[in-house]
């Protein structure tokens, strides 16, 4: 048990998606996993251990924003020997080819700053996904037929943004997305020799003003979570 989560070790799998949404980890869990026992209830945060075709994995919140993510995944990394961690997140579109409901997979994630700043002072550090778990997700995303888009994303800490022109130089440079936490996650798996990636559903276009219905936000999110399953585990 620590500070933020309730589980006991061994409760935890080696294997951890991420959503920011703490529902989102409940629905995924119940509608993705067997055998799922709730692990986490600290502070709302909830967290879900089951099995996915024979393999073990956990669910778990991470919150909104790098602060919160970064205490969850600092957690399950040095308390509960988490191995790989997946964000499975929502994602507003910075480019025209992007649209709603496809699916954006991490390759590297810019920032205006992490929690890590102060550990990285004069390096300005590229995090990036691990390429294992990412070949192995564009895989999966290419069999399903998804719409499915890999590159650079944008790791805001706000979503209420007052600097347009920060989003329009993200969008002139070619980033895919806008979101809030998979810089630090990939900062963190880096600094402790750990897997990760963020797989993203599109819920918002930050140039058309499309957005998904809000009735039809989890069912749309489905499809990540099985990419971010399947790259974990491959056949
Ligand atoms: O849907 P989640 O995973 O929370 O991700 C996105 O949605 C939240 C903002 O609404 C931020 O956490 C952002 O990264
Ligand atoms: O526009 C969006 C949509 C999801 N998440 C964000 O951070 N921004």
Request: aromatic content about 6%; glycine content about 8%; proline content about 3%.
């Amino acid at each position: 048990m620590t500070h933020h989560i309730g589980a006991q070790k061994g409760d935890i799998a080696e294997t951890v998606l991420m959503p920011g949404d703490p529902l989102r980890a409940k629905w995924a869990a119940e509608t993705f996993l067997n055998d799922v026992k709730c692990i986490n209830e600290i502070r709302g945060m909830l967290g879900f251990t089951g099995m996915w075709k024979g393999n073990r994995v956990t669910i778990h919140g991470s919150g909104m924003g790098m602060p919160s993510l970064s205490i969850y995944a600092h957690e399950l990394i040095n308390e509960y020997d988490v191995q790989n961690l997946i964000r499975i997140g929502s994602t507003g579109s910075m480019q025209h080819h992007v649209g709603i409901r496809d699916v954006v997979i991490a390759m590297t994630a810019s920032s205006i700053s992490t929690p890590s700043a102060g550990v990285f002072k004069e390096v300005n550090f590229a995090p990036c996904a691990d390429y294992g778990l990412l070949s192995q997700a564009v895989t999966a995303a290419q069999a399903k037929g998804s719409n499915v888009h890999v590159g650079n994303i944008y790791s805001s800490d706000v979503f209420y943004d007052e600097r347009p022109d920060l989003n329009e130089m993200m969008t002139r440079h070619g980033v895919l997305a806008v979101e809030m936490e998979a810089a630090e996650l990939y900062n963190l798996a880096a600094r402790f020799g750990r897997k990760a990636l963020a797989v993203m559903t599109v819920s918002d276009h930050l140039l058309t003003g499309d957005a998904i219905p809000a009735d039809e936000r989890q069912s749309s999110f489905g499809e990540m979570v099985e990419i971010a399953l399947e790259a974990a585990f491959p056949n």
